[in-house]
């Protein structure tokens, strides 16, 4: 089956300790994303890249920075993580930018920050 | 400022009743609207989406009704199955500028009862 795939599902890292999220797809789509979601809070789109092309949001700290070596493959890395980012990381994928498609989400990172 | 707004946190139904999910939002641009479903240690994955050029979308036991003047959305779930208690989250997007961009709502807990 095709699917969004993120490793690993749980990681615990120190504060200030730098860290990495991996994602990966076998969709084949041009689009990946990176969300972070705190508990009762809606996902907030962190940056996301079309192919190898990368937005970044505007509100997303420095401290947040993404890599995409190639299509199946996108990394979300926190250089120094505070308290304030433990949260679930969500990676999704679309086919391109358009308005119209639908994401497809991994089953998320639990970050923990101590 | 939340741009899509889903003021229930939370609703208990009972099987076999309808469940009826309000998503609420304010940005003219928007077009498309999606409900997204997630289990706990899981991701969201997509239910049902409706464009602007429709009012009503149905599939199964899933119908979603757009009131475009009120800027409202809502799901109908009947009959309602306790495998359906998970978090909905609203989703929308538009054209225009950045608008492709998902904008999602805090989310409401479903619980079906047995």
């Known amino acids: 089956d095709a699917m969004v795939i993120q490793n690993p599902r749980y990681q615990v890292t120190q504060f200030g300790k730098p860290v990495t999220l991996s994602c990966s797809q076998t969709l084949n789509h041009n689009v990946m994303y990176w969300y972070q979601q705190k508990s009762s809070q809606a996902p907030k789109l962190l940056f996301h890249?079309?192919?190898?092309?990368?937005?970044n949001e505007a509100d997303t700290p420095d401290n947040f920075q993404s890599r995409r070596p190639n299509t199946s493959f996108c990394f979300l890395d926190i250089r120094s993580p505070g308290l304030g980012d433990a949260a679930m990381y969500l990676c999704?994928?679309?086919?391109?930018?358009?308005?119209?498609?639908?994401?497809?989400f991994g089953p998320g990172t639990r970050l923990t920050v101590l | 400022d939340q741009q899509v707004k889903q003021n229930s946190p939370s609703l208990s139904v009972q099987e076999g009743r309808i469940s009826i999910l309000n998503c609420d939002y304010t940005n003219s641009m928007f077009d498309y609207f999606l409900w997204y479903k997630k289990y706990p240690a899981e991701g969201p994955t997509f239910l049902i989406s409706i464009s602007s050029i429709k009012d009503k979308n149905e599939d199964g036991r899933f119908t979603v009704f757009l009131n475009k003047s009120a800027k409202h959305l809502s799901l109908h779930i009947v009959p309602s199955q306790p495998g359906d208690s998970a978090v909905y989250f609203c989703?929308?997007?538009?054209?225009?500028?950045?608008?492709?961009?998902?904008?999602f709502g805090k989310g409401t807990l479903l619980t079906v009862n047995p």
């Open positions: 999704a994928t679309s086919r391109d930018l358009s308005t119209y498609n639908e994401q497809f």
């Open positions: 989703a929308a997007s538009g054209s225009g500028g950045s608008n492709y961009k998902l904008t």
């Open positions: 890249y079309y192919d190898k092309d990368f937005n």
